[in-house]
């Protein structure tokens, strides 16, 4: 099943010779997150989020739907907690297939755990809905709008980044289903992460690993490959200033999937030529970013 980001609008050219960006095609992989109770945790993923259990052995889980994963459970012993003011995950955010399916999604996780909402916001290009899992990570579900309605500045920059008002009740009075209960096709959207500063995030993510700038407010960048509204986001909102992150509860690794074997060996010559330093096995690439939270890129599967 095809994942749902897709291209901004098949014109854009970006101002960067295209062997120093990320290929159109490229997708994030699954979130991995390190958990204390890998049970509690993947429930909330499974019977709250409406994701399917993909594999579960042991002390590792991966979930999401149509076995295209979104999600992935580690449980650790003896880890501090996240210091949420620090580097590392500030939400994994999930996409639904249609405004239905997200409002089936939003019911569940209201209803079976109801203290756990953090917010809403009309984003123009989406519609999206805040919660936190039981072990305090970041969980965003989300619709995007059809790309038409997407407001695009004449450079090709993305919108204002406007957050506007967006009532849950209202939402789910327009588009909850009977018949939709409990059913929400979805796929890791994109991934937003919580950094020191904002300048050296946009010279690690775009300058050096090739993604897109579509959209910078303030405390936050977003960025993308092949002009999606954006694959990852890097805020400062509590953040500002912080230093490389030590090993904790929350976010393990963020995975970047690029479609062919060139792209990956791309992307190897260019944290080679900024003497990142880096894991190579031959199939992936590990490095951390520069508050060291884990990144993995490989060759996703076609």
């Known amino acids: 099943m095809p994942r749902f980001p897709q291209q901004l609008h098949p014109d854009y050219v970006a101002d960067r010779p295209a ?9 994030m992989g699954a979130v991995e997150l390190l958990v204390r109770d890998l049970d509690k945790v993947l429930k909330f993923y499974n ?20 076995g295209v994963p979104s999600v992935k459970l580690v449980q650790v012993n003896d880890l501090p907690s996240f210091n949420p003011r620090g580097a590392g995950l ?7 297939a249609t405004k239905a399916e997200l409002a089936s999604a939003l019911y569940s996780v209201a209803r079976k ?33 059809p790309r038409d309605q997407w407001e695009v500045e004449p450079d090709g920059k993305l ?43 946009r010279d690690f ?17 977003f960025v993308s490959a092949g002009g999606y509204h954006h ?24 995975n970047i999937d690029v479609p062919t074997e060139d792209d990956r060996l791309a992307l190897a010559a260019r944290l080679a030529e900024r003497q990142i330093s880096m894991r190579d096995d031959g199939r992936t690439l590990e490095f951390n970013d520069p508050w060291n939270s884990l990144i993995r890129v490989k060759v996703g599967e076609k």
Not at 116 to 135: L, R, V
């Open 19 to 27: 062997d120093q960006l990320l290929a159109p095609a490229t997708q």
């Open 159 to 201: 919108y204002s980044q406007a957050t506007l008002a967006l009532d849950p009740n209202e939402f789910l009075r327009a588009n909850l289903r009977e018949d939709g209960a409990d059913q929400a096709t979805s796929t890791l959207g994109h991934v937003h992460l919580q950094v020191g500063d904002i300048d050296t995030a």
């Open 231 to 254: 694959h990852m986001a890097l805020n400062v909102f509590r953040s500002q200033g912080t230093g490389p992150r030590a090993a904790s509860y929350g976010l393990g690794r963020v």
């Open 90 to 96: 500030f939400h994994t955010a999930l996409v639904y």
């Open 113 to 145: 755990y109801p203290h756990s909402f953090t917010g809403a916001g009309d984003h123009i290009f989406s519609e999206a809905f805040y919660f936190d899992d039981p072990e305090g990570n970041g969980v965003e579900l989300y619709v995007d709008r």
């Open 205 to 221: 993510y775009a300058g050096t690993l090739g993604f897109e700038v579509t959209g910078e407010v303030g405390p936050a960048l």
């Open 47 to 66: 019977e709250g989020a409406l994701l399917d259990v993909l594999e579960h052995h042991g002390t590792v889980a991966t979930l999401g739907k149509h």
